[in-house]
T-cell receptor, first 111, second 114 residues
Framework: GQQLNQSPQSMFIQEGEDVSMNCTSS?????WLWYKQDPGEGPVLLIA?????ELTSNGRLTAQFGITRKDSFLNISASIPSDVGIYFC???????????FGKGTHLIIQP | DAGVIQSPRHEVTEMGQEVTLRCKPI?????LFWYRQTMMRGLELLIY????????DSGMPEDRFSAKMPNASFSTLKIQPSEPRDSAVYFC????????????FGEGSWLTVV
């Protein structure tokens, strides 16, 4: 099956710092999605990417669909306390392939 | 608009008891997914339905787990008998169209089997 490697597993940063996380896959994806999960809640979609090379922003968040279609990154600029949570990447090869999720990046922000 | 609605939000049950988790997908969505989340294994797809029909149940751990979708607005995930290793958060999610599309999650059912 498809394998997704998400890194880093966790990040401890200071408020105001920029954050970068990425996912790589063992196969080509047609869709990359980034979700955030707050404690006690379900994952919430942040950004969806459907085209190789696509760069999309959502406020302080920016995500890119890698040219090789095997990777994606998510950047958060000027982190704030409410950015704390678990960030998941998810990808799909399309057709009958379902979404494969990464293991998540735990973001912890120190004031 | 209402999102995916799951119940119960929290359940604590004794080993051997039957557990039924419920889900109402977003109106108009025709694909429904059940995921399980644990610290060790992350998010695992258990089963997904398209137009109320189970398409892929290869993620269902064993015969103790079963899922049904009797109509477009309701699905259940049942565990019988439950075991402590079933303790996890169970998410229902829905989308329109194919499995590679953006899916929207419910808030989860937090299950503890003691």
């Amino acid at each position: 099956g498809q394998q997704l490697n998400q890194s880093p597993q966790s990040m401890f940063i200071q408020e105001g710092e920029d954050v970068s996380m990425n996912c790589t896959s063992s196969s080509i994806f047609n869709t990359w999605l980034w979700y955030k999960q707050d404690p006690g809640e379900g994952p919430v979609l942040l950004i969806a990417l459907y085209k190789a090379g696509e760069l999309t922003s959502n406020g302080r968040l920016t995500a890119q669909f890698g040219i090789t279609r095997k990777d994606s990154f998510l950047n958060i600029s000027a982190s704030i306390p409410s950015d704390v949570g678990i960030y998941f990447c998810a990808g799909s090869g399309g057709g009958a392939d379902g979404l494969t999720f990464g293991k998540g990046t735990h973001l912890i922000i120190q004031p | 608009d209402a999102g995916v609605i799951q119940s119960p939000r929290h359940e604590v049950t004794e080993m051997g008891q039957e557990v039924t988790l419920r889900c109402k997908p977003i109106s108009g969505h025709n694909s429904l997914f059940w995921y399980r989340q644990t610290m060790m294994r992350g998010l695992e797809l258990l089963i997904y339905f398209n137009n109320n029909v189970p398409i892929d149940d290869s993620g269902m751990p064993e015969d103790r787990f079963s899922a049904k979708m009797p109509n477009a607005s309701f699905s259940t995930l049942k565990i019988q008998p439950s075991e402590p290793r079933d303790s996890a958060v169970y998410f229902c999610a829905s989308t329109v169209g194919g499995t590679g599309n953006t899916i929207y999650f419910g808030e989860g059912s937090w299950l503890t089997v003691v």
